[in-house]
């Protein structure tokens, strides 16, 4: 059996197979136990701080989880990759062994975009980060609605309004962007193959969530079904000078 496997924005059909080592809503506490090497591993303290969405009561536990891997990944982005993206990876390509074109499908170790990330994420540490909005959250919703209902993928909305034109409804004159990735319904999966952006050229994604001259600092997301890839994440994001959490 073959299944074909795309990447976001616009590659991408693929069920996820992965499934977290722990829950998805375990204390930071029970994080920290998960079995990294000593050098590697996690503090409760910087677990909670990373759980910036934790009273969120707008995000399903696995939209808190996008924002929860991305602020470790801003934390420190070689302590991610030795820990949670490898757990991922792990578990993704035990997945993929039950089809036959696995080489297509699996994370590939040796290939140039699983290296370049891991040079890229050399350099991120402490990076000031992301909070959930409420607006925000409702304009990724809106659009994974969208997207479902038309079966479109992409990030001009079937009426053919931008990401520009449905964040500034809210947010105008602010610095935004968007990730759009298809076929994960988990938090970790979504972010470690948004890190990954294989087959997109100008790692749009891993840029957006690793940009440190914009500002950004808020974020709307949204998991949503969908009829061809059965999910859709969006994440939007914005930078709020002075923001005041």
């Given at each position: ?69 991305m602020n ?39 290939d ?78 979504n ?12 790692l ?42």
């Amino acid at each position: 059996m073959k299944i074909l496997l795309i990447v976001l924005l616009s590659s991408l059909p693929f069920t996820s197979l992965y499934k977290p080592a722990i829950h998805p809503a375990a204390t930071a506490e029970k994080r920290a136990k998960m079995p990294f090497p000593p050098e590697d591993s996690w503090t409760p303290e910087e677990l909670e701080m990373a759980n910036t969405a934790r009273n969120a009561s707008y995000l399903t536990e696995e939209e808190k989880n996008i924002i929860f891997y991305m602020n470790l990944v801003r934390i420190d982005g070689t302590r991610f990759f030795n820990t949670y993206f490898q757990e991922f990876v792990d578990a993704h390509n035990k997945g993929m062994l039950r089809y036959s074109n696995y080489n297509e499908l699996r994370v590939n170790r040796k290939d140039r975009y699983y290296r370049g990330l891991e040079i890229d994420l050399k350099l991120i540490k402490n990076l000031s980060l992301f909070y959930p909005d409420e607006s925000l959250t409702y304009v990724s919703k809106q659009h994974g609605k969208d997207m479902n209902r038309y079966n479109i993928a992409g990030h001009n909305s079937k009426d053919g309004r931008t990401v520009k034109d449905r964040i500034s409804k809210y947010y105008p004159n602010r610095s935004m962007a968007e990730n759009l990735a298809f076929g994960f319904s988990k938090g970790l999966a979504n972010v470690s193959m948004l890190l990954l952006d294989k087959n997109v050229p100008d790692l749009g994604h891993r840029k957006n969530m690793l940009n440190n001259t914009l500002g950004l600092n808020i974020v709307g997301v949204s998991i949503q079904p969908h009829p061809a890839y059965r999910y859709s994440a969006t994440i939007d994001f914005v930078g709020i000078p002075n923001l005041k959490i």
